[in-house]
């Protein structure tokens, strides 16, 4: 029993479980590992939730045809602030737009779907693609229920590819370093309404 202990630490202590020699000394002294063995997952499917329809030959010749959407966050005076965009790729036209003070706010994205969602009731004979990442508002059972109703076809990106989504990303980087310069944006008047003019 000493010996086995003794063999145990020593090997632990000069041999990497890597080393093949070490693993054969092992089994043959019956020297089994107490640490917790996991087993190998794969990587999910990146198209787990809704296939990523910009990957596709798109030919985009109309309005209302492949919107994205994503969240930008910055502060202005301290006070941080999430925006919520939908943008058309037909001209890259933001379409609706949404803003809170509060972290992690759904009710952006949300109210922005639903401005995007009164505009398409305009166009009923347009089929509608939006496509965002996989986070967990675009992703909720209360933001996807009401597309079907709505002629409104999904479409995300991979997991952990912000490229995939890269116009919307583009737009994003440019908002928040030209926030102050070209949007005016102070925080001397309510910056809801600094952000919509």
């Known amino acids: 029993m000493g010996g086995t202990l003794w063999s145990s630490v020593k090997i632990t202590a000069e041999s990497?479980?890597?080393?093949?020699?070490?693993?054969?000394?092992?089994?043959?002294?019956?020297?089994?590992?107490?640490a917790k063995h996991y087993?190998?997952?794969k990587p999910g499917?990146?198209?787990?939730i809704y296939p990523n329809l910009l990957m596709t030959e798109m030919q985009?010749?109309?309005p209302l045809q492949y919107?994205?959407?994503?969240m930008t966050?910055?502060?202005?005076?301290?006070?941080?602030?999430?925006?919520?965009?939908?943008?058309?790729?037909?001209n890259n036209e933001i379409l609706t737009h949404a803003l809170s003070s509060r972290r992690g706010d759904r009710i952006t994205y949300l109210s922005g779907l639903d401005e995007l969602i009164g505009l398409e009731k305009?166009?009923?004979q347009y089929e509608l693609v939006l496509h965002s990442d996989q986070g967990a508002v675009y992703a909720s059972k209360a933001f996807n229920e009401l597309l079907p109703m709505y002629s409104?076809?999904?479409?995300?990106?991979?997991?952990?590819?912000?490229?995939?989504?890269?116009?919307?990303?583009?737009i994003n980087g440019w908002i928040k370093a030209e926030i102050f310069m070209d949007f005016h944006v102070t925080g001397e008047s309510p910056v809801e309404q600094e952000v919509a003019a």
């Open 152 to 170: 409104i076809t999904r479409s995300m990106s991979r997991a952990g590819t912000p490229t995939d989504n890269a116009v919307m990303e583009s």
């Open 73 to 90: 966050a910055f502060y202005v005076k301290g006070i941080y602030y999430e925006l919520t965009l939908y943008m058309d790729l037909w």
């Open 45 to 48: 499917n990146p198209f787990k």
């Open 16 to 34: 990497s479980i890597e080393n093949p020699y070490a693993h054969k000394c092992c089994k043959t002294l019956g020297v089994k590992s107490e």
């Open 122 to 124: 305009q166009y009923p």
């Open 67 to 70: 919107v994205v959407s994503d």
């Open 39 to 41: 087993k190998y997952k």
């Open 60 to 62: 985009i010749d109309r």
